[in-house]
């Protein structure tokens, strides 16, 4: 009842010519994959020669970040209208490469998947309140450390940054945002989470959500597992009850290997 959504997070790899490329190969390895939601996240500098080249393939675009706010003197930043201005329809918010657990970049973690950009469960609440207003879909990521994990803590790490993303939000604006249960020490490492923990996880996920907006809510919302997806563990993931799709780093980089994720859910 949930249509599976794969997403491929580019990350900070792809020139605007090798973006056209991957779109040029990946395209036919997906022509006439119904029932499933393909989106690609390209960088900000690739957007609009992304769309171009996707053209009118069922393929949606999506960003990797943005700012709250429409315009003005916010140097360096953008906004969700020229997200759209550029083709996006989606944007990743609270990627834990993005958040900065304790306010402020942390320069011995940098090159690690984790607390780089500084951003808050606050900063991720305002930035999804504004994509949701201007009808962007965000992917919101939610995930536990290595540390949180070992402390037992991982239920009530999740279950935070899931409330504190969707405060103020309204129980009829649940299903218009995916959520991606993505556990930070499996973020390339290869290192994956066990299938039936994710799915658990992904279900504390979706129980946090039921109880804030509703059982319908619950049962709407899209969530995704990421965390060192890839074409030989796609197929054992998606076939759970609460994994809804994939959020694919290092995996949606080659056209056959994100292609063949994306079949794994149509399996
Ligand atoms: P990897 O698939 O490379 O582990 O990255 C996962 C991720 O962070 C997607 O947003």
């Not at 395209?27 to 992304?50: K, Y």
């Not at 951003?119 to 207003?133: F, G, H, I, P, Y």
């Not at 991982?154 to 940054?161: I, K, L, P, W, Y």
């Amino acid at each position: 009842m949930r249509t599976p959504i794969l997403a491929g997070n580019w990350k900070l790899n792809k020139t605007i010519a090798q973006s056209r490329e991957f779109v040029a190969s990946f395209t036919p390895l997906v022509q006439g994959a119904s029932g499933v939601d393909i989106v690609l996240c390209p960088v900000f500098t690739a957007l609009d020669a992304t769309r171009e080249a996707i053209g009118t393939a069922p393929i949606a675009l999506g960003a990797q970040d943005m700012y709250w706010k429409d315009a003005g003197a916010y140097t360096g930043e953008v906004s969700a209208p020229l997200l759209q201005d550029a083709g996006a329809s989606y944007v990743v918010l609270g990627h834990s490469e993005r958040r900065g657990r304790f306010g402020v970049p942390e320069p011995d973690l940098e090159g690690q998947a984790g607390a780089v950009f500084g951003d808050s469960d606050q900063s991720v609440n305002k930035k999804l309140e504004a994509a949701l207003a201007h009808g962007l879909t965000p992917i919101v990521c939610v995930g536990e450390t290595l540390a949180e994990r070992q402390n037992g803590h991982t239920d009530a790490v999740v279950e935070n940054q899931t409330v504190m993303a969707l405060n103020g939000i309204e129980a009829n604006q649940i299903s218009k945002l995916v959520f991606a249960y993505e556990p930070v020490w499996a973020i390339g490492t290869g290192e994956t989470c066990e299938a039936d923990e994710a799915n658990r996880v992904c279900g504390v996920i979706r129980a946090t959500i039921a109880t804030g907006f509703g059982a319908e809510a619950g049962d709407a919302v899209r969530i995704q597992y990421g965390g060192s997806v890839k074409p030989e563990n796609a197929a054992q993931l998606l076939s759970l009850p609460h994994i809804d799709g994939a959020l694919v780093g290092g995996a949606s980089l080659k056209a056959d290997s994100f292609a063949a994720i994306v079949k794994a859910a149509l399996a």
